[in-house]
């Protein structure tokens, strides 16, 4: 059973940055990417950023230059650097990991092609 366990959640004010963590562990599987999505409430999930292979980065537009993805050096773990935060940012902020069989060809952005999910985190950002 493949688990994906987020950490680093919190309350912050406007302005301020904290840092996402995610780690894959459990069964046997491969990761094509790692992304982070995030839901606030009343809304649906969206998509924030995704560690692609080769080192490329893809983030939505809401997040650009603010939110920075990167992998750790266990393979299987992700990082979300978020800095300068907005009170539109306030969400519970999920990881995902996308199997290898579906490869490139539907883009980081679709919740639907992700395979495993993280229970979520928190975040709160008080203007």
């Known amino acids: 059973q493949v688990q994906l366990v987020e950490s680093g959640g919190g309350l912050v004010q406007a302005g301020d940055s904290l840092r996402l963590f995610c780690a894959a562990s459990?069964?046997?599987?491969?990761?094509?990417?790692m992304g982070w999505f995030r839901q606030a409430p009343g809304s649906e999930r969206d998509f924030v950023a995704a560690s692609w292979p080769g080192g490329r980065t893809i983030y939505a537009d809401s997040v650009k230059g603010r939110f920075t993805i990167s992998r750790g050096n266990a393979k299987n773990t992700v990082y979300l650097q978020m800095n300068s935060l907005k009170s539109e940012d306030t969400a519970v902020y999920y990881c995902?990991?996308?199997?290898?069989?579906?490869?490139?060809?539907?883009?980081?952005?679709?919740?639907?092609?992700?395979?495993?999910w993280g229970q979520g985190t928190q975040v709160t950002v008080s203007s």
């Open positions: 459990g069964g046997t599987f491969s990761i094509y990417a």
């Open positions: 995902a990991v996308r199997a290898p069989y579906r490869g490139s060809s539907a883009g980081p952005s679709n919740s639907y092609e992700y395979d495993y």
